[in-house]
């Protein structure tokens, strides 16, 4: 190999070099110049979402940075951690929304998300429920989303108590829900998931209030940097 060639090789790595440098650097600019950006996007959305099934006149906190962590295969229908945001007024516990799964939908999982508020003794009601990702059939299952249909606003005011919990059902099951022409199963599905939600937060509502906060400013940025590794 003739000095010639080596110096060129040479000479081409060191600006291959030096182009991975600056463009290594330049992204990192631009990372840290638009992560508290992207944090500042991602909770807005969330707390749209939030607000959709929990109104913002109830509660005073900054629920979007205010959750806990609980994992529940029997009542939120997943052996994955899910968030459970909770709602407070002057400090004192208002309502929360809860994460949760419903296992069983036609074309498989649904995820929603919950609004809860404390009733009279051993009771609750629902304050909202939202669709927040399925693959159920376009035409027929699918009406549980709002773009498609209001089934899901059925849900609001609602309480629940373990003597009415037999309402707690789609009309064909003998409850108080209706299903789908061609449809039972997605709306059964969806039905009896928002039950197990608040049968969890009967169960559990002064462990959330209590449990350290999983969803602080820095677990947000944190969350951010991860999703853009």
Same mark, same amino acid.
């Given at each position: ?31 840290? %110049?638009?992560? !508290?950006? &992207?944090? /500042? ?5 969330? =707390?749209?979402?939030? #607000?959709? @099934? ?84 376009? %035409?027929?299952? !699918?009406? &549980?989303? /709002? ?5 899901? =606003?059925?849900?609001? #005011?609602? @309480? ?70």
């Amino acid at each position: 190999m003739t000095k010639s060639i080596q110096h060129t090789m040479t000479k081409n790595g060191l600006i291959l070099a030096v182009f991975a440098i600056v463009t290594t650097g330049l992204i990192a600019l631009t990372y840290f %110049g638009t992560k !508290d950006q &992207i944090a /500042l996007q991602q909770q807005q959305k969330l =707390l749209s979402i939030l #607000n959709a @099934v929990i109104d913002e006149s109830l509660y005073d906190n900054a629920i979007q940075l205010d959750c806990t962590l609980a994992t529940s295969t029997e009542l939120l229908g997943s052996n994955q951690a899910q968030h459970i945001y909770r709602a407070t007024k002057q400090g004192q516990a208002v309502a929360v929304a809860i994460e949760t799964t419903a296992p069983d939908g036609y074309s498989g999982k649904i995820q929603l998300v919950v609004g809860i508020t404390s009733s009279q003794p051993g009771a609750a009601k629902v304050t909202g429920v939202r669709i927040l990702e399925h693959k159920e059939t376009p %035409g027929l299952g !699918d009406k &549980i989303d /709002l773009r498609i249909s209001n089934w899901v =606003l059925d849900f609001d #005011n609602q @309480v629940y108590n373990a003597e009415i919990a037999t309402n707690w059902a789609v009309k064909k099951d003998g409850g108080q829900f209706d299903q789908f022409t061609g449809a039972t199963i997605t709306p059964r599905a969806v039905v009896n998931a928002v039950k197990l939600s608040v049968e969890y937060y009967l169960a559990n509502k002064a462990a959330i209030f209590k449990a350290p906060n999983a969803c602080s400013v820095n677990n947000m940025t944190e969350k951010v940097s991860q999703s853009n590794e």
